[in-house]
């Protein structure tokens, strides 16, 4: 049973232009969720977080909404550049579960940001 | 601090020997994780330590895989007897709060 889906594996888009990745999920213990960006050969690396008791954050080009009722969670970058081409995963945590903030990944999503 | 580190970077291995691979958190990170990471998919939970307990073991993922954090600083993990289907990335992650600094990682090839 897959906890946190992204069901776009890949996304194409201009330089310029938005970014916006989604991603949905089924726990409603989960009450706090992170976006990671990963290119080859390295290790993901945060981007930018929200706890359940926001519906947005924003640092920079990134902005993570999130809509509980809806158990939705969406990325958007603008403007988008040539640099942010990575696989962006979205994950969530329930705190204070016993496996000490233990992420639960979603399967990735391919950003291509085309010159 | 150079982040977090993990050795070997890649290891390829027989069917059935074993491997073990080793992961250097952030000096002042109290909690580490392994994950292992497979073509396609994201990130998956094994095993977390705080210090040099091993709080959570039970989504590792048979009785071949264990591991170790013996002095509350690097950690080790092991797959005995390693198969095909092992044949993953092993992602090690250390904090001291709740965000995450994950390692490069130890790509396993069996074959």
């Known amino acids: 049973d897959q906890q946190v889906k992204q069901n776009s594996p890949s996304l194409s888009v201009q330089e310029g232009r938005i970014s916006i990745l989604n991603c949905d999920y089924t726990?409603?213990?989960?009450?706090?969720f992170l976006w990671y960006k990963k290119y080859p050969a390295e290790g993901p690396t945060f981007l930018i977080s929200?706890?359940?008791?926001?519906d947005k954050n924003e640092d920079g080009r990134f902005t993570v909404f999130l809509n509980k009722s809806a158990k939705h969670l969406s990325l958007h970058i603008v403007p988008s550049q040539p640099g942010d081409s990575a696989v962006y995963f979205c994950?969530?945590?329930?705190?204070?579960?016993?496996?000490?903030?233990?992420?639960?990944f979603g399967g990735g999503t391919r950003l291509m940001v085309k010159p | 601090d150079t982040g977090v580190s993990q050795d070997p970077r890649h290891k390829i291995t027989k069917r059935g020997q074993n491997v073990t691979f080793r992961c250097d958190p952030i000096?002042?990170?109290?909690?580490l994780y392994w994950y292992r990471q497979t073509l396609g998919q994201g990130p998956e939970f094994l095993t977390y330590?705080?210090?040099?307990?091993?709080?959570?073991k039970s989504r590792l993922l048979s009785d071949r895989f264990s591991a170790e954090r013996p002095k509350g600083s690097f950690s080790t993990l092991e797959i005995q007897r390693t198969e095909q289907g092992d044949s993953a990335m092993y992602l090690c992650?250390?904090?001291?709060?709740?965000?995450?600094?994950f390692g490069s990682g130890t790509r396993l090839t069996v074959v």
């Open positions: 000096s002042e990170h109290n909690r």
């Open positions: 994950a969530a945590s329930a705190l204070g579960n016993n496996a000490g903030n233990m992420l639960t």
């Open positions: 929200i706890s359940s008791i926001k």
């Open positions: 992650a250390s904090t001291a709060g709740n965000g995450y600094t």
């Open positions: 330590f705080q210090n040099e307990a091993q709080l959570e």
């Open positions: 726990n409603s213990m989960f009450d706090y």
